[in-house]
């Protein structure tokens, strides 16, 4: 199972969101370039990195900072935030991002999901961004009434690498992920699945890590990394145990 330490960014810093609410914002000292190396030096396999600007927004507002991460570090990155057109997906890819991420744009704009995959076959995941069982849009601003297990089926047949299962009501808050529902999405679905939120200790990684043979291929962690609750080291030694 892999770790992916995240780089959230607003306004060229680390930041991390209580519940994806955009005036609840906790600033962390390090700049995305300085949490970079600091999670290379400690092993990361891979790191995630959000443009919460423009996923708000509707395109990428720091690619800047992108960029400077990209030129620092060696670990191949993850990135979304405001991705919404074959445009912004091919400048982002010729940052030399490994793979993008997709959210709102799988909901307004499924032709360009369609096309993203089928361009950059094996790099594009999908971000379910779930509020009570219903997907959230426009940086989890907007709700829907779509069912976020009824979309599955629609993203497997778009060719998807893997899907990123973010429960927007325990991320940030450091309470635990919810068990239950990355358990229902992995069961409707081949699709790898990462986990995203809530997060918040070394049995919470335990707990995930025992849904890899349903189909959960890594975890996002951020807040509980930033505030020490435990090291990237200790995340890394537990999800890879019995691997190989």
């Keep these: 199972m892999i ?8 306004a060229g810093r680390c930041v991390r969101l209580y519940q994806g609410q955009m005036d609840k914002v906790t600033l962390y000292p390090e700049y995305p370039v300085e949490a970079a190396k600091k999670w290379e030096e400690a092993g990361a ?19 800047f900072a992108l960029e400077q991460i990209i030129k620092s570090v060696n670990v191949p990155i993850q990135f979304g935030g405001g991705i919404r057109g074959m445009y912004t997906v091919k400048q ?26 089928a361009v950059y076959h094996g790099k594009i995941a999908v971000g379910l961004d779930v509020r009570n069982g219903y997907l959230a849009t426009h940086g989890w601003k907007e709700e829907t009434d779509i069912n976020a297990i009824d979309k599955i089926n629609e993203l497997e ?19 635990g992920p919810n068990i239950k529902g990355i358990k229902e999405i992995t069961k409707k679905t081949n699709v790898p699945i990462i986990a995203s939120g809530g997060i918040s200790s070394i049995k919470d990684i335990k707990s995930i890590k025992k849904l890899e043979n349903l189909g959960i291929e890594g975890a996002i962690v951020g807040k509980a990394l930033y505030s020490g609750a435990f090291t990237l ?12």
């Design 157 to 175: 047949k778009a060719g998807v690498s893997r899907i990123i299962y973010t429960d927007i009501l325990v991320d940030g808050t450091m309470q």
């Design 233 to 244: 080291e200790e995340a890394i030694k537990v999800a890879e145990e019995n691997a190989g």
């Design 45 to 63: 396999k891979f790191i995630h990195v959000v443009d919460l600007d423009g996923a708000g927004s509707g395109e990428p507002k720091n690619l």
């Design 92 to 117: 982002v890819f010729d940052l030399g991002v490994s793979r993008i991420v997709l959210g709102t744009s799988l909901i307004n704009n499924p032709a360009l999901l369609a096309e993203a995959c």
């Design 3 to 10: 770790i992916y330490p995240a780089i959230d960014i607003k």
